[in-house]
T-cell receptor
């Protein structure tokens, strides 16, 4: 059974702070890793994809991948109230993705 | 650009009734297509995926079925709904396996 684990939270940070979201996965053969944002009642929206070890930055978002430790994280700098959502980690395995159950983030104004 | 549509947006059905949810993708050819279910407060559960017309892989044994009658059309069906079928049904597409998946707006199904 391929597993993706996330801390369910809730995680609360003040506006302007850095939010750190973490994810671990069990399948060492996974090659593709993704972060999705899901607002309440809405469908998931792709934020970041990362395929190689190290950091990948896109605006206020940075994804970090460490395949040796089977760990992927998402940092959100200068957090805004509009970032309040559930963040889903996804890992590929063959023809499909495996999703974590998500971390709920609340940014407090 | 690519667009993915799902309908209906919401549905309330009695136990034992049939179900048909439709998903269509525009702006791409031969996409991989996926059906997921998200129960309240839970993660995404992959139900079916398809790599081409008429090619369906099932991940979870249940009373649901899927079909892909056209390249960019994916249909989720049931002959008799159960209470446990309630949830948020999401269709997604990708260029190929391992690439980003993009989700449709979803169908919220309540079985009473």
């Amino acid at each position: 059974q391929k597993e993706v684990e996330q801390n369910s939270g809730p995680l609360s940070v003040p506006e302007g702070a850095i939010a750190s979201l973490n994810c671990t996965y069990s399948d060492r053969g996974s090659q593709s890793f993704f972060w999705y944002r899901q607002y309440s009642g809405k469908s998931p929206e792709l934020i970041m994809s990362i395929y190689s070890n190290g950091d990948k930055e896109d605006g206020r978002f940075t994804a970090q991948l460490n395949k040796a430790s089977q760990y992927v994280s998402l940092l959100i700098r200068d957090s805004q109230p509009s970032d309040s959502a559930t963040y889903l980690c996804a890992v590929n395995g063959g023809n499909q993705f495996y999703f974590g159950t998500g971390t709920s983030l609340t940014v407090i104004p | 650009s690519q667009t993915i549509h799902q309908w209906p947006a919401t549905l309330v059905q009695p136990v034992g009734s049939p179900l048909s949810l439709e998903c269509t993708v525009e702006g791409t050819s031969n996409p991989n297509l996926y059906w997921y279910r998200q129960a309240a407060g839970r993660g995404l559960q992959l139900l079916f995926y398809s790599v081409g017309i008429g090619q369906i892989s099932s991940e979870v044994p249940q009373n649901l079925s899927a079909s892909r009658p056209q390249d960019r059309q994916f249909i989720l069906s049931s002959k008799k709904l159960l209470l446990s079928d309630s949830g948020f049904y999401l269709c997604a597409w990708s260029v190929q396996s391992g690439n980003e998946q993009f989700f449709g707006p979803g169908t919220r199904l309540t079985v009473l």
